[in-house]
C-alpha cells in the first residue's frame, strides 16, 4: 500500500511562489510515474504536472514555463515548484502515483492520491 502526503500549500499573493512536496511512504516510489492535480470546488480533477521515474516531466499546457515538477526518489518526495502564480491557480493540489513508467494525464490511471493542500492566491 502507499501513502501519499502533501504539504507547502497556503495563502500567497499573485506574483508569489510555492513549493509544494509530496512524500511518498509504503512500497517505494521510484518506478511509479507521479503526477500533481489540482482541483477546484464543483469542477472535476484536472492534470497540472507528472514526472516518470526516469525523470521525464509532462506539463498542462497552462502551467508551462511557470511550475516545475521534480522528483527526490532517495527522499521519497515529489515537488511541485509554483512561480508567478495568479489568481486562477487557487485550488486544492493532490498529489498522485501511477504504476508503471507510462505517463498520462488521466485521473483513472492514478491508484493513490494524497489528501490535497489548499492554495490560496489573492491579488
Known amino acids: 500500500q502507499v501513502q501519499l502526503v502533501e504539504s507547502g500549500g497556503g495563502l500567497v499573493q499573485a506574483g508569489d511562489s510555492l513549493r509544494l512536496s509530496c512524500v511518498v511512504s509504503?512500497?517505494?516510489?521510484?518506478?511509479?510515474?507521479m503526477g500533481w492535480f489540482r482541483q477546484a470546488p464543483g469542477k472535476e480533477r484536472e492534470f497540472v504536472a507528472g514526472?516518470?521515474?526516469?525523470?521525464?516531466?509532462y506539463y498542462a499546457d497552462s502551467e508551462k514555463g511557470r511550475f516545475t515538477i521534480s522528483r527526490d526518489n532517495a527522499k521519497n518526495t515529489v515537488y511541485l515548484q509554483m512561480n508567478s502564480l495568479k489568481n486562477k491557480d487557487t485550488d486544492v493540489y493532490y498529489c498522485?502515483?501511477?504504476?508503471?513508467?507510462?505517463?498520462?494525464?488521466?485521473?483513472?490511471?492514478?491508484?493513490?492520491w494524497g489528501q490535497g493542500t489548499q492554495v490560496t492566491v489573492s491579488s
Open positions: 514526472i516518470t521515474w526516469s525523470g521525464n516531466s
Open positions: 498522485s502515483a501511477k504504476l508503471g513508467v507510462i505517463f498520462s494525464k488521466e485521473v483513472n490511471d492514478y491508484f493513490a
Open positions: 509504503g512500497r517505494t516510489h521510484s518506478n511509479y510515474t
